[in-house]
T-cell receptor, first 110, second 115 residues
């Protein structure tokens, strides 16, 4: 079953702006991973953050994790048209099985 | 990371037939998984493909409907049996690579349409 809830469901921004999306989950986790999916294709792994980490960066991506609030956020800075995609968070409760959120659809307008 | 391929990339099948989807990884992996993504939805785990033993299925999925094989550490198949239009989905395999610190990587997916 899906553990994560993502907010917002959809986001439309201008190129160059930042995009922020949030993920909340229900049970304790070992790690949380963020993925990107373009037009119903396969998932691209973006970043993994462990339960004992609070923030992680990768290029234009910044992920935070607050285990006390059971939530995570993904920030994409200086967005580009190529960032148009659906973004999913997935939690691993230490059994290697991923539970996915509903996803946030991001549209970057030129 | 790992390079994962799936065959076929897409197919249109008639109801009542079966389709076998292949997943090939370019390196040996510990864990392989199969997910389903119904239209406009998120991903749901179908089963864990175990090397040398039967797959472990999640609630709501059964072996008769989704038989899985994993003959070695780089290959797995998922069969969607006796298909109905409700089986129209994207099917994705994922792997966890040794030494990747729990990161899971996904194949490109197989888009199945059942008519």
């Amino acid at each position: 079953s899906q553990q994560g809830e993502e907010d917002p469901q959809a986001l439309s921004i201008q190129e160059g702006e930042n995009a922020t999306m949030n993920c909340s989950y229900k049970t304790s986790i070992n790690n949380l991973q963020w993925y990107r999916q373009n037009s119903g294709r396969g998932l691209v792994h973006l970043i993994l953050i462990r339960s004992n980490e609070r923030e992680k960066h990768s290029g234009r991506l910044r992920v935070t994790l607050d285990t006390s609030k059971k939530s995570s956020s993904l920030l994409i800075t200086a967005s580009r048209a190529a960032d148009t995609a659906s973004y999913f968070c997935a939690t691993d409760a230490n059994d290697y099985k991923l539970s996915f959120g509903a996803g946030t659809t991001v549209t970057v307008r030129a | 990371s790992a390079v994962i391929s799936q065959k076929p990339s897409r197919d249109i099948c008639q109801r009542g037939t079966s389709l076998t989807i292949q997943c090939q990884v370019d390196s040996q992996v510990t864990m392989m998984f199969w997910y389903r993504q119904q239209p406009g939805q998120s991903l749901t785990l179908i089963a864990t493909a175990n090397q040398g033993s039967e797959a472990t299925y999640e609630s709501g999925f059964v072996i008769d409907k989704f038989p899985i094989s994993r003959p070695n550490l780089t290959f797995s198949t998922l069969t969607v049996s006796n298909m109905s239009p409700e089986d129209s989905s994207i099917y994705l395999c994922s792997v966890e690579v040794w030494g990747s610190s729990y990161e899971q990587y996904f194949g490109p997916g197989t888009r199945l349409t059942v008519t």
